[in-house]
Nanobody, 118 residues
Framework: QVQLVESGGGSVQAGGSLRLSCAAS????????MGWYRQTRGKERELVAQ???????NYAGPVKGRFTISTDNAKNTVYLQMNSLKPEDTAVYYC????????????WGAGTQVTVSS
């Protein structure tokens, strides 16, 4: 099964940018869709961006126009470019299949913390 490791989080001021990376232990090309999820304390994990194996993308309303998901199949990596960050984007960000934990995925990674200050 594919293991996923997220990185690239950090602390930024509102209006700043971050680029998250999700490194997969092996090819994810056969997975129909990959996505980035986020979770804040006390709330359920939510899907914010997804990309199909064919390259079609879709975004949750609050991040549309600010976040961009992409993949590099040669590097088995999924990226999330986050621009114009807002304090409400503060969360732990995870990548996984869409829907999550497909039979090819080993489970949730540790995630990467994003903190946006006003």
């Amino acid at each position: 099964q594919v293991q996923l490791v997220e990185s690239g989080g950090g602390s930024v001021q509102a209006g700043g940018s971050l680029r998250l990376s999700c490194a997969a232990s092996e090819s994810i090309f056969s997975i129909n869709a990959m996505g980035w999820y986020r979770q804040t304390r006390g709330k359920e994990r939510e899907l914010v961006a997804q990309i199909t194996s064919g390259g079609t993308t879709n975004y949750a309303g609050p991040v549309k126009g600010r976040f961009t998901i992409s993949t590099d199949n040669a590097k088995n990596t999924v990226y999330l470019q986050m621009n114009s960050l807002k304090p409400e984007d503060t969360a732990v960000y995870y990548c996984n299949s869409v829907p999550p934990n497909s039979r090819l995925i080993a489970g949730w990674g540790a995630g990467t913390q994003v903190t946006v200050s006003s």
